[in-house]
């Protein structure tokens, strides 16, 4: 730690500091555009920001910093993603001069307290996480407000900093700890420093605990369950499709391992800019050490199952960058400047080879999601629950998002009406990837059209491969039909019918749809004749709908004949009997049904008594 010292603010350093935080300012207005929908971790942000100022409640848990900071932007800001958006670009401005701030503590040259902030205000990963809405930004903002304050022999200040950092972003508790070790070490400040820290921490703690009955130090971060989701989104978007044309949709592949060090060490060089992550690894030990709790994540998060998505890094680069101003800065000439020089040629190369992420928006291809949302605006209420795989109709629609069951298909729509659901929305490549069971509800006319749990009440079919439709839950006092149910039928003709007859014969039966499922079960017959159950359902639809009596005798008697032990084959043609009041027959029928129970009865009292000697 350097002694506490003011240098005196030169008109040159006045200068520089201006030009790069405006500079900082201009390169993310350009690219504001590019933020297009709001990010999945930003929707519960908001959720949570929406609720904390008097909205519905939500189940979500995540710390409650960045969500308090939104509530504050929405004072100016209506529209709450805007309002997230300015946050996180008010806060990437802000970080660049307080690397500065933080780097002239430690470091002679101008020139050089210049670098972490240039590469704070023009590389891609710190530009794009300055527009989307997560929390990375201010996190990063008061973990560096923290360095400062701990350099400038403030303990109380820098503690209270820590504690709100760790507000946003629970892992920032490591960060604190490491901090509070390293000036243990030194035998300085880190009394008063930890006190503040914890009481931070404990307010957070005993509010959030009370609040939503979660008692526990590390709620859920947003990071921290990215390792399985993004790697299914990598899949998702792996063909770079994108359904806004000028936006990037492909995103990094991700590792899915649980330890994944090296992972992360590739993309702190990618992302860095090559040469200063390693000159800032060297400089963490050549008089920068304090720092050292700002880098200690990039060791310890991988043994707690983190992937190594670029997102995962950024909390470490600031540190690292001004770790190496901080070691060029002890080097001498010409070796300090050839080494900058080089340095500067790494941030170069980054923004040539990652020029893509500063339009990358992994979000762009759920377009159709965000015009379903819309659709449903006017149809639903702040309480209405919407059950998705991604939370983008339910934002845009002002309702409640749940995530879909886990499960079979059965299971998961038997939830969803147990747990009073009002609609469900299903995104085809969204469904093919994360909950394949379900992907028939967007892919094939029957299942659409005859699934008993459920009404389709609208479309959206305007991108290749990107189907997206809205289903009203059929379940008692459940939302009303919608006017838009009247025409839907035309709409889902353009849906493709498979092949899967007897499933279509199932669901089509189950929601009263008795002439069409008798069809669906006569193709099951016409591939395959000796299927006993198609021919009985055949019967049974015939039946239920009144329909062709006749044929459905024959059907049953078809059914017995391959199977004359299946009792409730005789029960089918006993009712057609009956219905056609055909008295005789029917008795006929029934005592042969009983024959066939006897003999059950006695085959099974012969294996017990088999078993019994």
Known sequence: MPPKTERPWSSLETILLVAVTILAAVVRVWFWKYQTIISVDGSVFVQIAKSLTGGPETEALYPYGYPLLISLAHLFQQDWMVAAKVVDFLAGVALVPLLWILGRMYIQSIWLRL???????????????????????????????????????????????GGIAYATRPEGLITILVLGLLLLLQKQLWRRYLLAAAAVVVVCFVFQGIDRNAW??????????????????????????????????????????????????????????????????VGLFSG????????????????????????????????LWVAAAIFLDRLKSPLRWGLLALTLGGFAFTIQTEQTSYRLDENALFVPLV?????????????TVIYDLKPYAA?????????????SYEDALDQVVKEGGDFVVLHQPVAAVFRKDLLPLVTDKPVTWHEPRLAPVHINNKYLDSRALVFRVLRPGGPSPLTSESTIKREIGIIEHSPNHFFHGELAMRSGNYIPAAGEFAYVNESDPDNSVAWNYRAQCLVNARQALEQASS???????????????????????????????????????EDVKTRKASSSSDTDSSAGD
Do not use: C
């Open 395 to 407: 934002y845009y629609a002002g309702a409640q998002y749940r995530t879909l069951p886990e499960g």
């Open 216 to 281: 526990q130090l590390a709620v859920a971060s947003p990071a921290a369950e990215q390792t399985w989701w993004e790697t299914k989104t990598s899949e998702l978007l792996s063909s770079g499709a994108s359904a806004t044309p000028g936006i990037e949709t492909t995103v990094p592949e991700v590792d899915g391992s649980s330890v994944s060090f090296v992972g992360n060490l590739k993309n702190l060089l990618i992302q860095g800019g090559w040469l200063a992550p390693v000159l800032g690894l």
């Open 288 to 319: 920068a050490g304090i720092l050292i709790a700002g880098v200690a994540q990039l060791v310890l998060l991988p043994f707690f199952g983190q992937g190594d998505h670029p997102r995962l890094i950024l909390p470490f680069l600031p540190f």
């Open 555 to 593: 059907y049953a008697r078809r059914a017995i004949q391959l199977d004359p032990e299946n009792e409730a084959y005789y029960q089918t043609l006993i009712e057609i009997l009956t219905l056609q009041q055909n008295d005789r027959a029917a008795d006929l029928w029934r005592q042969r049904l």
């Open 371 to 383: 015009e379903v949302g819309e659709w449903l605006r006017p149809q639903v209420t702040p309480q």
């Open 115 to 161: 670098l972490a902030p240039l590469a704070a205000a023009v590389l891609p990963l710190t530009v794009v996480f300055s527009l989307l809405t997560l929390s990375e930004m201010p996190y990063l903002v008061f973990l560096t407000a923290m360095f400062i304050a701990i350099s400038s022999r403030r303990p109380v200040l820098a503690g209270v900093l």
